[in-house]
């Protein structure tokens, strides 16, 4: 995971941007990961931990109706953090992640634990990544951090490089 973490770092260094969390069901482990790389003072600025919905909406400004629609564990939720995030934080990439890393929360039998939603706001386009992953709640989130970081990678490599 550490060496996938890196490699995105680097590449946000290497094109002069920024970034920012919001984590649900990660935590602060994503955001903690980018701040053990070499470039972290160039490329981190922050994140949030906003775990419970309530800080979604207090913290974010995500609707109250859209977290009761959709569940506080939802791509449309997920999109809604890294959308408004910018208003907490400036930078060039926004990412937010939700999910379901235990039972007790919106699971369903299309939407078991395992389930995580990760989305990322990079130069004003969206990108999406639902999965679900299996294993105990370390694990799962341990696979989320290295999909949202190939998930940027992927996102960030047709992108010029800064002058």
Not at 43 to 71: N, Q, W
Not at 156 to 161: G, H
Request: hydrophobic share 40%.
């Amino acid at each position: 995971m550490e060496q996938r973490i890196e490699d995105c770092s680097k590449i946000i260094a290497q094109k002069g941007m920024t970034i920012a969390f919001a984590e649900s069901a990660t935590a602060g482990w994503l955001c903690s990961e980018f701040a053990l790389t070499e470039q972290s003072g160039k490329v981190l600025k922050g994140g949030i931990t906003c775990y419970d919905a309530s800080l979604k909406e207090s913290l974010l400004g995500v609707p109250h109706e859209m977290i009761e629609r959709f569940t506080p564990e939802s791509q449309e939720v997920t999109d809604e953090l890294a959308r408004r995030l910018p208003k907490l934080m400036p930078a060039d990439i926004h990412v937010a992640v939700t999910g379901l890393t235990t039972p007790g929360g919106s699971e369903t039998p299309d939407k078991p634990v395992g389930t995580m939603f990760i989305s990322a706001v990079v130069k004003g386009k969206l990108y999406q990544h639902r999965e679900v992953f299996k294993g105990d709640c370390e694990t799962i989130i341990a696979q989320t951090i290295k999909a949202a970081a190939n998930m940027l990678i992927a996102a960030l490599e047709p992108l010029p490089a800064s002058r």
